[in-house]
């Protein structure tokens, strides 16, 4: 589960289940998250899980989920999500590290199996997508599925933020 430290203020994973290079590319991620978005406060949300490497957390009313490494089509790409509270979202932004070439990244949120908003796109020619967002009832399963990557190559390192 991300911390807040409270010597930077950044937040960290420190799980000695995840290995190593997981666990550095997330704490990267939440630190470029950070300066995203400014400040961010601590919260208590679910930290990444098992499998595929993906993490999710959650910052207050801000919930990020993040995909480390080359992308590929999948359904499930990050950790499921449930929030204990109802949560308007004005925004949603997407995020990569290295852009794809050859097609545009496309993901989709998915609350209690079906899809959630206006699916998010990022052309070869950018690494950054921003929509209006909308509310998420409590305790509903939220899923990110990627349903396009670049052909000649798929782009690296997703993050999407609800804020």
Not at 58 to 79: D, N, R, W, Y
Request: overall charge neutral; cysteine-free.
């Amino acid at each position: 589960m991300p911390v807040n430290t409270s010597e930077t203020g950044s937040l960290e994973i420190n799980d000695p289940n995840l290995p190593p290079s997981v666990q550095t590319k997330l704490n990267d991620r939440l630190r470029r998250i950070g300066r995203f978005i400014g400040t961010v406060s601590s919260g208590s949300g679910p930290g990444p899980g098992p499998g595929g490497g993906g993490g999710s957390a959650s910052f207050g009313t801000q919930l990020v989920f993040t995909v480390p490494g080359t992308l590929a089509i999948e359904s499930g790409a990050a950790p499921l999500l449930m929030l204990p509270s109802s949560v308007q979202f004005s925004q949603a932004v997407l995020l990569l590290n290295q852009a794809p070439q050859g097609g545009a990244v496309t993901v989709q949120l998915y609350v209690n199996g079906a899809a959630w908003g206006t699916a998010l796109s990022i052309s070869a020619t950018s690494q950054t997508v921003s929509l209006s967002a909308g509310a998420i009832a409590a305790n509903q399963s939220i899923r990110l599925d990627i349903t396009n990557v670049g052909l000649a190559f798929p782009g690296m390192d997703l993050t999407l933020l609800l804020r």
